[in-house]
């Protein structure tokens, strides 16, 4: 792979490039990749199950989705699939083993609605305060209750306990120190140095997190680690009557103990997610948790803003185009951390054609695999230099047989040091 794509060989890749977006979709941003080149396929009421069948039948290079779920199917059913970009930060509503298995990449636009995300955490926030929907919901219906709607708590002054603090929860920790809230959080990477940077409390333990605040706000990925994080242990230690709110994923809580939590202890919760959310196109929902008096819950639409799908759809644009003219995935979510290499192979060559194929004959019978590598060309295109990953030390005899190419210039080993 080379460092420098010129504009020309760009350009013709772009045209070649099929684009399907399988859900809604920013109109600038699909401008934009026709303008670029890319034939675009716009079908935003797709399904799980459709998809599968669309992507056989549009055969795209990249799929665009926001909360249609990419199943094994759908991974298989491209012949030409090599990237699916999720519009949003999640991806666990694509199956990454799949993909890997596959050799699909799979990207993700982080940070681009947590601002969105967290004014959505604070209006649930405010609802469970000020127990808005209710009020609304009475005067609607003609019942007029100031006695009962004057008993709010109200916050400042108050402690807000953060579960998770990537931007999200940033700028959760932004706002609640506007409401003039003792603010402290909980995350596995985040230390007391660095929470005292950032003005915040350091909370060490999760369980002490929920016993000393008020409200709770979670803003975690859904991962293996993060499934129900917050547990019966969490939801028992939290304060009575305080506010819980969750705009994650449902997998992240055990709603089992948060709907004992809201009945036992006057915990009140605000929900934008759910264990069991309905597939892309059903309208039906029926979560047991959402009829709990003290409930105030939303449909999945924390990043749901115009500015936040402007912002998250030109990072998806971002990403495919860079893709088709470089061939590296920008917020790449399924490239391997480490791999089997165990040492790193740097051939200097004359850039000619069959050199680096020389190079592999070689090594493939040795039956040494290729994990990773990378081909730099210098200046004048004369001359490159590969440095290649290896899952076993090639021999001397190995080294003698890659130089005795004329076009090889020098062949160095070196241990790759964990």
């Known amino acids: 792979m080379t460092e420098a794509v010129s504009t020309e060989s760009a350009a013709a890749n772009a045209a070649a490039a099929t684009i399907l977006i399988a859900d ?3 109109p600038h941003g699909m401008q934009t990749l026709e303008a670029a080149g890319c034939t675009v396929h716009n079908q935003p009421e797709l ?5 599968p069948r669309v992507i056989a039948a549009v055969n795209p290079d ?72 209710d ?25 807000l306990g953060i579960v998770g603090l990537g931007q999200i929860g940033l700028e959760v920790a932004r706002r609640g120190k506007a409401f003039d809230m003792r603010v402290y959080a909980w995350s596995r990477s985040l230390t007391e140095k660095k929470a005292d940077q950032l003005g915040l409390g350091y909370c060490s333990s999760l369980v002490n997190l929920a016993k000393m605040s008020d409200v709770i706000s ?50 009140r919760a605000g929900l934008d997610v759910f264990a069991n959310e309905p597939a892309s196109g059903d309208k039906t929902f029926s979560d047991p948790i959402v009829k709990e008096a003290g409930v105030y819950g ?13 912002a998250i759809a030109d990072e998806a644009v971002r990403i495919i185009t860079q893709y088709i003219a470089t061939g590296r995935v920008a917020n790449c979510v399924n490239q391997a951390s480490f791999t089997a290499a165990t040492c790193i192979l740097t051939v200097r060559h004359l850039n000619k054609p069959g050199v680096l194929a020389h190079v592999f004959y070689t090594l493939g019978q040795s039956s040494i695999n290729v994990e990773e590598m990378e081909n730099i060309i210098y200046e ?39």
């Not at 059913?77 to 699909?104: F, H, N, P, Q, W």
């Not at 209750?145 to 400042?156: I, R």
């Not at 994080?229 to 997998?251: H, V, W, Y």
């Not at 440095?387 to 241990?415: G, M, W």
Request: with cysteine; aromatic share 4%; proline share 2%.
């Open 135 to 159: 009020q609304t919901a009475d005067l609607r219906s003609s019942t007029w209750n100031k006695k009962e709607y004057s008993k709010a708590a109200g916050l400042a002054g108050r402690t």
């Open 298 to 310: 939303t449909h999945h639409v924390g990043a749901s803003t115009e500015q936040a799908q402007t």
């Open 380 to 418: 004048g295109e004369h001359a490159a230099c590969a440095r290649i990953q290896l899952t076993a030390r090639p021999t001397e005899d190995d080294l003698n047989a890659i130089l005795s190419n004329e076009n090889v210039l020098s062949a160095d080993i070196a241990e790759i040091r964990r």
């Open 24 to 26: 809604a979709f920013s």
């Open 218 to 267: 979670v803003n975690v990925a859904a991962t293996p680690e993060t499934k129900q994080l917050i547990d019966e242990t969490f939801c028992q230690a939290m304060k009575p009557g305080a506010f819980f709110i969750n705009t994650s994923r449902g997998s992240v809580v055990d709603e089992a103990a948060l709907t004992k939590a809201i009945k036992s202890k006057s915990v």
């Open 47 to 51: 399904t799980e199950d459709d998809l």
């Open 62 to 133: 990249v799929v665009v989705v926001r909360s249609t779920k990419v199943s094994e199917a759908a991974i298989t059913a491209g012949r030409k699939l090599s990237l699916v970009v999720r519009a949003g930060a999640g991806y666990d509503t694509i199956d990454l083993e799949a993909a890997c298995k596959r050799g699909v990449f799979i990207a993700n636009c982080p940070g681009k609605n947590s601002i969105a995300v967290a004014e959505l955490v604070w209006g649930l926030i405010l609802s469970c305060d000020r127990r808005i929907p």
